[in-house]
């Protein structure tokens, strides 16, 4: 395997991926689906994952983004050496460090738009009043200030969605996770989240890993990383 | 927005589980609270702190059937005995027959003595006793009785029989206060009055309550009255006045097993109806707990998030429903209480509403914590597909 293939420029890894494989079994049938993976992200990376359907995107995604568990290799992500944590820790690791964005939004249907975006600061050790900052912030990033009290349902999907990129942002975190963002967004409503995602990685220096299998989604990232059947197969800057 | 603004926001998000466990709770609470006060109820009449030195005396063969007035010269020729008082169940009722309350004849010329503290003998005057055994056609009623009624000393009380064909108008001669509610609701009349008016009732009475120097002589004094009357036309049953309640109440059943079984069934009904009810609302949302959990919301986390709403909306419905048992215990102290005295005192105890609270305190948790324990250990990865 030639290393420069997989080359994403240089600086500092924040991602650093060691021979990372994921089996499932059936019964006694071992179904492997990633196989010895071996990737460097460096800190400010826009990576868009890509591949055909059942390659494996999401596996490794929430590989990374510690939601689950390797069956071999080692990964290392924020300086964590994830192996090590255990759940309780990963649970505060990801607090910490991941936001996430579901193709769904998964916004909290009860809450409204403010309190979805609180719900991850309920964990850390912000006062009421810094949390609702915090939360004005984000909300005003999205440009969904004036929706702050709707709730779900009296939003459009691209504002769900921006919704809950206000939510994945809120705490700050390090690297961004985001699984087909776009997949249930009409073409206007995903430029504008895809822009979205390019401004918080080029003006607030977020890490992105999107799954995508959208070539227009995928041109906005700056590297695209191809999937074939559970090995890497190739890594392409995007020109611009 | 705080924890519990949390918790009462997912409270809410079913309007029907909301609804169906809230509605479910209250009806199944306010049954077992009524139910278990009745019981509370029940033992009270079976320990009257001022039973515990008399002996019923009554026939053999049921309350119903009579015995001689006579036999009351042998009983009070035994030592032990200090008063002996014929007392018979009238049952007659005052103007309409929903308005029924106890009413005994009773042999005026005891029945102070015998039932000294439900009359509050120390705080009647001598003279107001003579007034009512001067007059034959007096009587004697409960404060709480006469007030209800509107009565007072002097009055006038038209009663209505429904055992025996007589209606006896009695005039008020005392109004007596008692410590226990229930012992204010009665009214006795002098004994004279049934004997003359119901000639078959002649030299007869339904039981003989003895008063004793000191209970411990009850065992053989017991044993010693019905030896005595063993194989006579009239055999005697003498007991403990606990124990003649009891009997009496016993004439409506085994009541306490009956309401034991009545508040398990109700228990395990709404375990069921909870714990589906639950269980049906945890996994609908197996994609949000994994959002949650993605989030950094640790597994016990979650779980005590979802403890919390299920104690929290049993917590609601019980309550509610002890609300409604405790609005609903003065309707059954008004409507029962004239019916059966002892009901004067029902309410629903503090000890009875604790019952109720932890009962369902412990549903909630249960019902709750088999189904949250189930979604939180389901890998986040395996909760976020579920979206579809
Ligand atoms: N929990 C699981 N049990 C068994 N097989 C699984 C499970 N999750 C994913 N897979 C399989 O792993 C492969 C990769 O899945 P996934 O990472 O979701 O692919 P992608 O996101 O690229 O479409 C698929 O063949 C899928 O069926
Ligand atoms: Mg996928």
Not at chain 1, 8 to 13: A, R, V
Not at chain 2, 78 to 81: D, I, S
Not at chain 2, 340 to 345: S, Y
């Given at each position: 395997m030639n290393a420069n293939r997989f080359d994403?420029?240089?600086?500092?890894?924040i991602i650093t991926l060691r021979g990372i494989a994921k089996s499932y079994w059936r019964e006694a049938l071992e179904i492997p689906v990633l196989q010895g993976i071996d990737l460097e992200i460096p800190i400010g990376s826009y990576v868009a994952l890509m591949g055909p359907s059942g390659s494996g995107k999401t596996t490794l995604l929430n590989l990374v983004a510690g939601i689950d568990r390797p069956t071999g290799g080692t990964l290392e992500v924020c300086g964590h050496?994830?192996?090590?944590?255990?759940d309780d820790e990963l649970a505060a690791w990801r607090n910490a460090h991941v936001g996430f964005i579901f193709q769904n939004y998964n916004l909290v249907p009860v809450l409204t738009a403010f309190e979805n975006v609180e719900l991850p600061l309920l964990l850390t050790s912000l006062g009421r009043r810094a949390r609702r900052e915090r939360v004005a912030e984000a909300l005003a990033l999205v440009n969904l200030t004036d929706k702050q009290w709707n709730y779900p349902r009296q939003l459009s999907g691209g504002q769900e969605q921006r919704v809950a990129i206000a939510r994945a942002i809120v705490t700050d975190p390090d690297i961004l996770v985001a699984d087909?963002?776009?997949?249930?967004?009409?073409a206007k409503n995903a430029e504008e989240v895809l822009g979205l995602m390019g401004r918080l990685n080029a003006d607030m220096g977020k890490t992105i890993v999107m799954v995508t299998h959208d070539p227009k989604a995928a041109h906005h990232a700056r590297h695209q990383i191809h999937l074939e059947k559970g090995v890497l197969d190739r890594a392409v800057e995007v020109n611009r | 927005m705080r924890w519990l603004a949390l918790i009462w926001k997912s409270l809410l998000r079913s309007r029907r589980r909301t609804l169906l466990i809230v509605g479910s709770l209250v009806l199944s609470v306010f049954t077992v609270a009524v139910l278990q006060s009745l019981l509370t109820t029940l033992d009270s009449i079976t320990s009257n702190p001022n039973s515990g030195n008399r002996l019923a005396v009554r026939h053999k063969s049921g309350i119903t059937q009579m015995l001689p007035r006579s036999y009351e010269t042998f009983l009070r020729q035994?030592?032990?005995?200090e008063t002996v008082c014929s007392l018979q169940w009238f049952g007659g009722y005052y103007q309409d027959p929903r308005n029924f309350f106890a009413n005994f004849a009773s042999d005026e010329t005891t029945i102070f003595q015998t039932f000294r503290e439900e009359f509050g003998l120390a705080n009647l005057t001598e003279a107001q006793v003579k007034e009512y055994l001067r007059d034959g056609a007096g009587c004697i009623v409960g404060e709480s009785l006469a007030l209800k009624n509107g009565w007072k000393v002097g009055d006038v009380v038209p009663l209505t029989g429904t055992i025996f064909p007589i209606n006896p108008r009695l005039t008020i001669r005392l109004i007596f206060k008692s410590s226990r509610p229930s012992d204010e609701n009665v009214l006795h009349f002098h004994y004279k009055v049934l004997e003359e008016g119901v000639p078959r009732m002649k030299g007869l009475t339904g039981a003989f309550w003895v008063r004793v120097h000191r209970p411990e002589d009850i065992p053989r004094l017991i044993e010693r009255v019905d030896r005595h009357f063993a194989n006579s036309a009239y055999e005697t049953l003498t007991e403990t006045e606990s124990a003649f309640n009891l009997a009496f109440v016993k004439m409506l059943g085994n009541i306490s097993a009956i309401i034991q079984g009545i508040t398990i069934a109700v228990v395990l009904a709404i375990l069921i109806v909870t714990a589906n009810t639950m269980g049906t609302a945890i996994r609908e949302r197996g994609a949000e707990i994994a959002v949650f959990r993605a989030m950094g919301f640790s597994a016990s986390r979650v779980l005590s998030l979802l403890l919390a709403e299920g104690v929290l909306l049993v917590g609601l419905g019980a309550a509610l429903g002890l609300l409604l048992a405790q609005a609903a215990a003065g309707g059954v102290r008004s409507a029962m209480g004239a019916v059966?005295?002892?009901?004067?005192?029902f309410e629903i105890t503090s000890a009875t509403a604790l019952l109720c609270l932890a009962g369902a305190l412990a549903v909630g948790l249960l019902s709750t914590f088999i189904p949250a324990y189930a979604a939180t250990r389901r890998p986040i990865t395996e909760g976020l597909r579920s979206v579809g």
């Open positions: 994403l420029g240089g600086g500092e890894p050496e994830l192996n090590d944590l255990d087909e963002p776009t997949g249930a967004l009409d | 035994q030592p032990e005995v059966m005295p002892f009901f004067a005192d």
